[in-house]
C-alpha cells in the first residue's frame, strides 16, 4: 500500500529505473501505487483492498501473499523478486524454494526497533530471519545496519552489500521564492528559522527539538516541521500538545507533507535531525542538497553522512545543542563554517543511486563501488 516518506520515494525509484532498462515490473499491492510506466504492471488484490489496515488485514494479507505468490509468479514468469524487507521475501518462500528464483532483499531499517510489542518482534524475528536465509543478495544502506544484521544472523561477507542513500538533487532557491516562503510563515527580518523533516513518530524525536526551541527562549527563533503520520499513531497530537504546553504555538510550525520538501528547507537557516535510531535517512540527505548547515544526533547512521563533530550533538544533552544554535546565529563565521563542513559531507552522497542499484541487481556488484563511506 502507498505511504509517504523517503521510504516510499526510494522505492518508487527502484521501479521506475528498473522499468526503464526494460524490464517488465510486476507489483503484488492491495491497491494501485502512485508510480506508471508502460512497463510497470500492478497487480492487485480486490479482496484485500476492502479492508481496514489493521491486525485483520495484515493477517488476510500474509496468508493471501503465501498462497497466491507462486500462482502469479508461475503466471507472468517471473525469475527475479526483489523486495524491500525480509518480511516480503518471507512471504515469497514458496516460489523462492520450489521454482528457484532469485531473491534479492533490500533492507531500509532495523524492523526490531519500530516496535516495542514483544510478540510482534519476535514473528518478525523469524519471519526475517527466513526471509533473509532464501535471500541470493543481501542490500543494506548503512554501516550500522550491516553491522547488525550480520550479527542478528550470521549473513555471510559475500552475500550482503552496502548501497547507502544518495541525495536526490542538489537544490538552489532564488531569493524572491525565499523571501515569499519566509513570509508565508509570517517571520520576519532577522528571524532564525530551523526546519527539520520526516515521518511523525516516537524515533524521529521531534519533541526534542520543541523542548529545545523552549529553552532558547527567543522569540526570533522559529521551527517548521515537516512531514505527518505515515498511519494513526497519536505522535502528531502529542507533538502539538508539546507545543501547547511549552506556549511555543507562534513558533513551532507543523507544515504537513509536501512533494518537495527542499523548497521549505533551502528557505531555512538551519536543518536539524535529532532521530534516535535510522536506517540511512533520506530528509537528512534531501537536507544536505538544499545549501544550509545541517546538524544531526550523534547516532552511528547519522554520524556515518555527517562525519564532523561539530555537524552532531548528544541526544543526553540538551544544553549541547541550545548552545550550538545560539552561537549559529550570533556567529556568522560559525556558521559559514558549519556550512561548509555540511557541503563537504553531501560530496560523499552525490551519486548515481539508479546506477549501482541496477548493477547490483544484474550482478554486476557485490559490494559498494564508490567512496561515499568509509570503513
Known sequence: MHKEGGFTRRLYSLYITLAQEGHSLYYLSSEKLPVEHENIKPLIWPSLKTRKKGGIFWVFFIIYCLINSGRVIKHH?????????????????????????????????????????????????????????????????????????????????????????????????????????????????????????????PGKNFGYLIEVLKMLNDKGIKLVIIGDELVPNGERNRLEKLRRQLRLEENVTFSGWKNDPCTLIASSDLFIFPSRFEGSPNSLLEALGCGVPCLGSNIDEIAEILFYDELLFPLNDIDHLVNKINKLRSDFEYYQRLNKLTRQCSKRYLFDWDREVKMIIAGESNRIRFPCVSQ
Open 77 to 201: 514468469r517471473i525469475d527475479k523478486i526483489i523486495t524491500f524487507s525480509p518480511f516480503y521475501t518471507f512471504l515469497c518462500a514458496f516460489p523462492i524454494m520450489l521454482r528457484r528464483v532469485t531473491a534479492i532483499t533490500f533492507i531500509r531499517a532495523d524492523n526490531m526497533l519500530h516496535s516495542k510489542n514483544i510478540l510482534r518482534n519476535i514473528f518478525f524475528y523469524f519471519a526475517d530471519r527466513f526471509g533473509i536465509k532464501i535471500s541470493q543478495k543481501i542490500v543494506v544502506n548503512s554501516l550500522k545496519l550491516k553491522r547488525i544484521y550480520q550479527d542478528r544472523y550470521r549473513i555471510q561477507e559475500q552475500m550482503i552489500c552496502l548501497l547507502p542513500n544518495n541525495i536526490p538533487k542538489t537544490f538552489n532557491i532564488k531569493p524572491s521564492e525565499r523571501t515569499m516562503i519566509r513570509h508565508s510563515l509570517e517571520l520576519r527580518s532577522g528571524d532564525f528559522l530551523i526546519s527539520t523533516s520526516g515521518v511523525f513518530n
